[in-house]
């Protein structure tokens, strides 16, 4: 099987470190995007399997950039990261086409257990 290529999209910069010291060692590629803008770039470019998408970020928002998914039709399964704790912007993604959410602060073994669910990986 190939390596999971992962986008990690979110404004904050101390988290996207975290995320990629935490991941890095379960044999993920990881890539980081600081906005949505530079998120959609980054898309464009490359090939994908999964996207960690922060939904309030600059310039375009994580559900911009969920909306840019499935209007292109990107094999890129998505889950969304919130630092809000209400249902309606987490259901509204779900709708959108996010494959799963997460509220910040969240802990690794959840967010692993997480991707590896929407992935499928065993």
Do not use: H
Not at 46 to 59: E, H, S
Not at 94 to 106: C, N, Q, R, S, V
Not at 109 to 120: E, N, S
């Amino acid at each position: 099987m190939d390596q999971l290529r992962i986008l990690i999209a979110d404004d904050d910069t101390d988290l996207r470190q975290i995320i990629k010291d935490q991941l890095g060692p379960e044999g993920f590629v990881l890539d980081e995007a600081e906005d949505g803008a530079k998120a959609i770039t980054m898309l464009e470019r490359g090939n994908y399997g999964l996207m960690l998408l922060d939904i309030n970020m600059p310039v375009k928002s994580g559900i911009d950039v969920l909306k840019f998914i499935k209007e292109k039709d990107l094999a890129c399964k998505v889950i969304m990261l919130t630092g809000r704790v209400g249902f309606s912007t987490a259901t509204e993604t779900l709708k959108l086409g996010a494959d799963d959410y997460i509220t910040k602060p969240f802990n690794f073994d959840y967010l692993l257990f997480a991707i590896k669910r929407v992935m499928g990986i065993k």
